[in-house]
């Protein structure tokens, strides 16, 4: 996550991208359209293709970067699905960047539930127009093997079998219906003291529901497998993770990509926040970027 303000490793991003031809770029992910904003604010010639699945994000990125008028093209969906929406290749795209995870603006609203310090719905879907599954619906229905299996896979949760023993039992009485009822079980079991410095224990249970629930890895192999034949010789991908397991999967394919002799890595790889960024913004001290040149 992060703040418009705050676009994470900006710099980097703009190295990378504004190295290309600058004829169209594509922000996957343009959340408020704080990395948008700067790529076009740097390459007056360029246009953008603004993506996101989130279309309250999406109309407030419309907001935010109404200055540059018909340079910019946006477009509510997966980003998964950009080599089936957009001819990538024929359109002359030199530039992609994906900057998952969540927006301050989705973490700081209570009503959608990301954020275990605020008291909302337990809701978590980043697109709420398709109509998928509620971290709620999870937490009601799921076996207690599988919710142990998502807090540990994707929380690294101490104790992923006790919280999932314990979700359990307690949707026997009532249904999980709220962030805060969620925090409190954890707070219960972790016998939460809040101590200066230290991250709330439910962080860690909010992130794994939120990947689970947006399917946040699914599928992104085989879209960075497809990049090369949908893009132009020399065009960019700048992929900025916040997750081990999701870094884990883009620094595989790029390897693969590397191998076959399709794409070749960008240096620094991968490339970290200075320390100056993250003393500013410490929602991007878990920041990795990757980069790869199609070949
Ligand atoms: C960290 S924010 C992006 C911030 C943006 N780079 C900026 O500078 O303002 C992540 C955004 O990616 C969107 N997102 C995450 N996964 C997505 C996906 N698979 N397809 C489309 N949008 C996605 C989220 O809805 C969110 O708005």
């Not at 740097?42 to 603004?50: E, G, K, T, V």
């Not at 970067?65 to 093209?73: K, S, T």
């Not at 409190?184 to 972790?190: A, G, N, S």
């Not at 992929?239 to 076959?260: N, P």
Request: hydrophobic share 40%; proline share 7%; net charge positive.
């Amino acid at each position: 996550m992060n703040s418009p303000h705050y676009p994470v490793m900006n710099r980097e991003v703009l190295a990378l991208l504004a190295g290309t031809r600058k004829k169209l770029f594509v922000d996957c992910t343009v959340g408020l359209g704080g990395h948008a904003r700067i790529l076009l604010g740097a390459c007056p010639a360029a246009r953008l293709i603004a993506i996101d699945q989130d279309r309250e994000s999406l109309a407030r990125a419309r907001e935010n970067l109404r200055e540059f008028g018909r340079r910019v093209q946006f477009h509510p969906g997966n980003y998964l699905s950009l080599f089936e929406d957009f001819a990538c290749r024929r359109l002359g795209v030199s530039g992609i960047l994906v900057d998952p995870g969540i927006s301050t603006l989705q973490l700081k609203s209570a009503q959608r539930g990301f954020s275990h310090s605020l008291d909302g719905p337990l809701d978590m879907r980043k697109d709420t127009a398709s109509g998928g599954p509620t971290a709620a619906d999870v937490l009601n229905t799921f076996p207690e093997a599988e919710l142990a299996g998502i807090f540990s896979r994707f929380g690294e949760v101490p104790g992923a079998g006790r919280l999932a023993k314990a979700v359990i039992e307690k949707r026997l009485f009532a249904p999980w219906s709220s962030t805060a009822q969620l925090r409190r079980l954890v707070e219960e079991i972790t016998r939460w003291r809040p101590r200066p410095g230290q991250v709330h224990p439910a962080a860690r249970v909010f992130q794994a529901l939120r990947i689970f629930v947006n399917r946040e890895f699914e599928g992104l192999d085989a879209w960075l497998q497809k990049a090369p034949a949908n893009l132009l010789p020399g065009s960019r991908l700048v992929f900025l993770t916040y997750h081990s397991l999701e870094d884990r999967i883009v620094k595989r394919a790029c390897q693969q990509l590397q191998r076959l002799g399709l794409a070749v890595p960008l240096k620094p790889f991968p490339a970290f926040p200075r320390p100056d960024e993250i003393a500013e913004n410490l929602a991007s001290r878990s920041a990795k970027l990757r980069a790869l040149e199609v070949a």
